[in-house]
């Protein structure tokens, strides 16, 4: 299948697959703001995609309602995940739950992802105890729900969860609602109770501890807009199944310095990449039937961190997945993962420079070029370093997406 072009500048537009360039197709872009990140990369592939799949994270609803019609001429099956207002267009829903397999280990993944996606808990010097200890408690609650319902949903669990009252019946034990739930005697000897029954041997005021770092990581990650379009029968679920195999376009719209949707978000691709390399794994070949490319604009926005990026970025080429991430500054990204910004960005062999006002991403790029910091910090505005391994840097200017053809053909009626 042929796969898609990359768009990056004018004069940089590469084949997106991977058996011809010997690259992976993941491309980071670093520009600040106004530089002309989406512009430049997201809306010509946009325009010119004829077979990818694609996730595309979209802070502004008008790439949404510019390029949906198009889509769907070309034969795209165009979903419409709203997080910032579900009622403003969304057709479909993300329930993480949805995603889990009726593994513990599934669902414990889950459960770290839910704790931690707080990006304060990065740079904690809190004892993980408390949220190890948390996170073994939602994965009880799940459990517990998928059990008695297996079509429990997320909101089911927050709803548990918030709802039950912690009693001290000792100084060396607790008790609660839930407690009547757990002792069914068919649930005897599984893994939940175990769970469940470790949790209430706690002291008290462990116990207590704990059950807070599971409440506030519930209330500070779904919001009540979110939990009602998990249990609305009005939106269908993101079938990843079907995206890795028909033509698909999924747009993910998250707000602007939105705390809740920027870590929702992260737990979103946490999941969804996860899930489309179970879906590769599961295939003779290790491969995704299609190409899947996610582009992720706003890429760690609020801190949030993607839980195990730096491994699905290491893998994507084998599993026919690539990722293309916009961000203003390496700064932003170091802010988020930390030691292993190395790693990560030395897994994008595209790497697009569009111009920034931060000392430390300016420095990379002067020794990347082996010139003066002060070419790098001067370059004039639209100017473009395109990076690709093993080449040399291409100089170039954003790409002229108003002077396209195709879109002066198919979307000029859209301009204002």
């Not at 029968?233 to 705390?259: C, I, M, N």
């Amino acid at each position: 299948m042929e796969q898609d072009s990359m768009y990056f500048a004018r004069d940089a537009v590469f084949t997106g697959d991977p058996e011809k360039t010997g690259l992976n197709s993941n491309a980071i872009v670093v520009g600040a703001s106004g530089s002309g990140k989406t512009m430049s990369v997201i809306a010509p592939r946009l325009l010119h995609s004829a077979n990818d799949s694609m996730i595309v994270t979209v802070a502004k609803r008008s790439l949404v309602r510019k390029y949906s019609a198009l889509l769907r001429k070309r034969g795209y099956r165009v979903l419409d995940l709203n997080l910032a207002d579900p009622a403003d267009g969304s057709s479909c829903s993300f329930d993480p739950m949805k995603y889990c397999s009726s593994s513990s280990q599934d669902l414990m993944y889950l459960a770290n992802s839910i704790l931690l996606s707080n990006p304060r808990k990065e740079h904690s010097a809190a004892d993980p105890y408390w949220d190890d200890m948390a996170a073994m408690v939602l994965t009880a609650v799940m459990e517990l729900e998928r059990a008695e319902n297996p079509n429990a949903s997320i909101a089911d669990v927050v709803e548990t969860v918030l709802s039950f009252d912690l009693l001290q019946s000792s100084t060396v034990s607790v008790c609660s609602g839930l407690d009547q739930r757990f002792r069914k005697p068919e649930y005897r000897n599984t893994g939940f109770v175990r769970k469940w029954n470790a949790f209430r041997s706690l002291p008290a005021k462990t116990a207590s501890c704990c059950f807070s770092a599971l409440t506030s990581a519930l209330n500070n990650l779904f919001s009540e807009e979110m939990l009602e379009m998990m249990r609305s029968d009005k939106y269908e679920a993101v079938d990843f199944s079907r995206l890795s195999t028909e033509k698909t376009v999924l747009f993910v719209t998250t707000g602007v310095a939105d705390p809740i949707l920027n870590r929702f978000t992260a737990l979103f691709y946490s999941l969804a990449l996860k899930t489309l390399f179970s879906l590769a794994e599961a295939n003779p070949d290790g491969k995704l039937k299609r190409p899947v490319a996610v582009l992720y604009d706003d890429f760690g926005a609020g801190g949030c961190a993607v839980q195990s990026f730096s491994e699905f970025l290491s893998v994507s080429r084998e599993k026919n997945i690539s990722i293309t991430v916009l961000l203003q500054d390496e700064s932003q990204l170091e802010s988020v993962y930390g030691r292993q910004t190395g790693t990560i960005i030395s897994n994008f062999d595209s790497y697009v420079f569009m111009g920034s006002n931060d000392l430390l991403t300016c420095e990379h790029i002067a020794r990347r070029l082996s010139t003066k910091l002060d070419d790098v910090l001067y370059m004039p505005l639209g100017a473009v370093i395109v990076f690709r391994r093993g080449t040399r840097p291409l100089y170039s200017v954003r790409y002229p997406l108003t002077e396209d053809e195709l879109y002066r053909k198919e979307m000029m009626q859209h301009e204002p």
